[in-house]
């Protein structure tokens, strides 16, 4: 392909601004570059450069794909891969990489300088390119790119000098920088935030006393005396608090999209323009109330917003940090103290009860039982012994055990768990904005009116027509309208909070009101997620309280969760001698009779003849005294109470119910039955779980999903609205939408009800705020509504909104 050509600029493009960056060109700098025909006005030597460098790889469909300008890049874009050559080393490498089991190299980068979906086509496009490179893939969300290549063939520093030719500024991607970066932006929120608080507080208090003069006169100079004090609060305000309103506005005007933002800077610049001039002339009418008003509570909604993705972002990151940061190693004989981070693929480690392991081994040495919850959501500990796998976060709960690691933590299987949990987020549907959506519309509507008001007043009184084009831009000010669809959702989610719901994100009450599946994890979720005692079979002539206190009295030394079931019952204080056989059971001594209990292998050593009881739908416990059965005792995981009273109220809404569980026993099926929940799938891996729900939303399904474990965390982000229960893990909190926290699964039936509700009030609002636009404008466009006029009627519009969104903070529903 040939170069494009570079020439001078002329002064019709220089006034257009830089093709490549939108900035303004500078008088003395005059280079043009060829685009799709056309000579194409450059601001430095950088844009032309990289705008050269687009066109020269065939990339030119990424000017004709934007929709923002992109960021301009440093003076010096002479860019060499020695200058990132650090990252070719093999132990920096590995922090942001891991090695597939092809041999080829997979790296995580944080991109700083995305502003749009046009620079993630580019940067696969361009890297896409590159030898040896085998994917690709962009999220815009969190300015991540993954790559797999072969790093013999393309080194990590061509990639991140590839990155840097673009304009893009590239670093390793680590979960503290994103954590930081999130951190950085709250605190500034915050402080945009209380400035506009306290700007609103003093401005109120000067519109308070201009209103009460207005209505029972007032001294002039007091009058002059209270606009210029409320003029550079209000301005503070202004430039400071709503800079980002201004920011969005013109950087998407710039790519030819009309978003809400744009008629809100609108509003709040032109008022306070009008206001100033006012102000400064000693004539007309002053808005500095309304303006700061309309900024903070627009900032307050966003801060609410952001804080809860800040919260999501902190949770993994807690799950990551319950791995131990040293472990107990073998070197050369002894038991020595060691970095977690720097262990490697065949070292031996030494793990004791109670402690998390911190990486994925096989057992060389012990017997022991491992609680396995963040991967399969069970309660059941499963037993272990030499030869077993044995995984990082997962806990021992016995016996001291010996194991050989077997892979890094890159590849191991909960570095595999946040990998379902990144691809989930990634693919997560998106819910579009009602709001924006008429927005678009309203916006271009507006101004178009605005400009014929003004051009026909010039001809008609050219005194008038300042101000009576104010009046159309106040009175059409789409603070309704900004205000219908935030202030519904603060109000149902305050509703909501007050009986235990708590709402994390903008659009769960808009997709809860839209599903169609209800999907139940079942341990934890529709049981209580612990062992009680729910039969006991009495085969002997002890009765049944003897039966119980023994059995405390055996399960004294155990951590077994079996145990925990006897933690309320009084212990036999005449067993002794108290034996715990990791993994099996345990036996003891009461005079001459010994006792054993445990599993049926364990009891058939002292009782041959023992066979488990017809119903396999219970965790059978043995308790036999000498070659003699005393009992069964039959162990369940109880049903919530109220599971039954959910699930039929949201089959009377016309919820497709379904149980999706990693159990894989007769245990789901009996739940099943028990609550009248014909679809089942048992046994089933996070990643079949996602898979299911990706099927279900494939065929046109608004899919919700409750759950409470670790391991729900990839579908409960994946489903288009989740769930998380009371007691759920801090990463099922993170990842769904609602967290109950009531202690009761009752609040997910309100939770629909409320947000249906909402759902009526946003379009409640939305007609109200269109009809009165439709409406009131022709009024001030003829010149009947006076600007202070005009004020009141937005004000009224914005009122009559919040107050029909204040009917959804009662706790009932109608």
Same mark, same amino acid.
């Given at each position: ?384 012994? $030499? ?208 006792? $054993? ?72 099926? $009996? ?45 409960? $982000? ?97």
């Amino acid at each position: 392909m040939n170069s494009p050509v570079i020439h001078t600029t002329s002064a019709d493009a220089q006034r257009t601004g830089c093709f490549h960056c939108g900035e303004p060109i500078p008088d003395n700098f005059t280079r043009q570059v060829m685009i799709d025909g056309e000579p194409r006005a450059m601001c430095c030597p950088g844009c032309a450069a990289v705008a050269s460098m687009i066109i020269d790889s065939g990339l030119d469909n990424f000017y004709a794909q934007r929709t923002a300008f992109s960021i301009r890049p440093e003076a010096q874009v002479a860019v060499n891969a020695e200058q990132f050559a650090v990252y070719d080393n093999p132990e920096l490498l590995a922090t942001f990489s891991v090695t597939t089991d092809t041999g080829t190299t997979q790296s995580a980068l944080l991109i700083g300088g995305i502003t749009c979906a046009a620079c993630t086509w580019l940067i696969e496009r361009s890297l896409g390119e590159l030898s040896g490179v085998r994917s690709t893939n962009v999220n815009l969300g969190q300015h991540r790119l993954d790559i797999e290549y072969d790093a013999s063939v393309t080194p990590p520093s061509a990639v991140f000098a590839q990155l840097a030719s673009l304009g893009y500024r590239p670093a390793p991607f680590h979960e503290d920088a994103l954590k930081t970066q999130l951190h950085e932006e709250a605190r500034r929120d915050l402080r945009r935030l209380a400035v506009a608080g306290l700007g609103m507080m003093q401005v109120g208090m000067f519109a308070i006393a201009l209103h009460a003069g207005e209505m029972q006169g007032m001294d002039p100079r007091f009058e002059n005396l209270l606009r210029w004090v409320s003029l550079p609060v209000a301005g503070f305000v202004v430039f400071y608090s709503a800079r980002s309103f201004f920011s969005t506005a013109w950087r998407h005007l710039k790519a030819h999209t009309l978003v809400m933002d744009l008629p809100v800077a609108l509003a709040i610049g032109l008022a306070f323009l009008a206001s100033a001039w006012a102000t400064l002339t000693g004539g007309g009418d002053v808005y500095f109330d309304s303006v700061v008003m309309f900024t903070f509570f627009l900032l307050l909604g966003r801060y609410v917003e952001k804080r809860a993705r800040l919260r999501s972002a902190d949770a993994w990151q807690s799950l990551q940090s319950q791995l131990p940061d040293a472990v107990t190693l073998q070197c050369d004989g002894q038991w020595v103290s060691y970095p977690r981070i720097q262990t490697q693929p065949g070292d031996i480690l030494l793990i004791k009860p109670g402690q998390t392991i911190p990486a994925d081994c096989t057992v060389q040495q012990g017997n022991s039982s491992v609680r396995e919850d963040a991967f399969t959501g069970e309660s059941h500990p499963r037993a272990v012994v $030499r030869g077993d796998a044995v995984f990082a976060g997962t806990v021992n709960l016995e016996g001291n055990l010996q194991a050989i690691i077997t892979t890094e933590h890159q590849h191991s299987r909960l570095a595999a768990l946040q990998g379902l949990i990144n691809t989930a987020a990634t693919g997560k549907p998106g819910l579009a904005k009602l709001a924006d959506t008429v927005a678009a519309w309203f916006v271009g509507a507006i101004l178009l009116i605005a400009a014929s008001t003004a051009v026909s007043w010039y001809f008609i009184d050219p005194q008038r027509a300042l101000w009576v084009t104010l009046s159309v831009l106040v009175i059409s000010c789409p603070c309704a309208l900004a205000l219908a669809t935030p202030t519904a959702l603060t109000s149902a989610a305050n509703a909501l909070r007050s009986i235990g719901v708590h709402l994390k994100g903008e659009n769960g009450l808009e997709s809860l009101a839209n599903c169609t599946h209800l999907l139940f994890d079942k341990t934890g979720t529709l049981t209580q997620g612990q062992l009680t005692i729910a039969e006991i079979e009495l085969h002997g002539s002890a009765s049944r309280d003897d039966v119980l206190a023994i059995c405390a009295a055996l399960q004294r030394p155990s951590s077994h969760p079996v145990a925990l079931a006897f933690e309320s019952i009084e212990p036999c204080s005449a067993v002794t001698d108290i034996e715990y056989i990791i993994g099996s059971g345990m036996h003891g001594r009461n005079g001459e009779q010994r006792y $054993r209990m445990g599993s049926l292998q364990f009891c058939r050593q002292a009782c041959p003849q023992l066979t488990l009881p017809v119903d396999d739908t219970l965790l059978w416990v043995a308790l036999v005294v000498e070659d003699e059965l005393l009992a069964w005792l039959g162990f369940s995981d109880q049903v919530r109470p109220e599971a039954q009273a959910v699930i039929d109220q949201a089959r009377q809404d016309g919820l497709e119910i379904a149980l999706v569980t990693g159990d894989g026993s007769h245990q789901a099926q $009996r739940l099943a039955r028990e609550l009248g929940i014909d679809n089942v799938r048992s046994a089933q891996s996070p990643n079949d779980k996602l898979r299911y729900v990706r099927e279900l939303q494939a065929s046109g399904a608004k899919v919700c999903m409750v759950g409470d474990g670790v391991n729900d965390g990839p579908v409960l $982000r994946r489903a288009n609205v989740s769930f998380a229960v009371p007691g759920a893990s801090d990463l099922a909190r993170a990842q769904a939408d609602f967290v109950i926290t009531a202690g009761s699964l009752l609040s997910l039936g309100a939770a629909f009800a409320k947000a249906r509700a909402c759902r009526a009030i946003i379009r409640q609002n939305l007609g109200w705020a269109i009809t009165y636009n439709v409406c009131a404008v022709p009024l001030a466009a003829m010149g009947i509504v006076p600007p202070w006029v005009a004020a009141l009627g937005m004000s009224a519009s914005s009122l009559l909104v919040v107050g029909n969104s204040a009917r959804l903070a009662r706790a009932r529903n109608d």
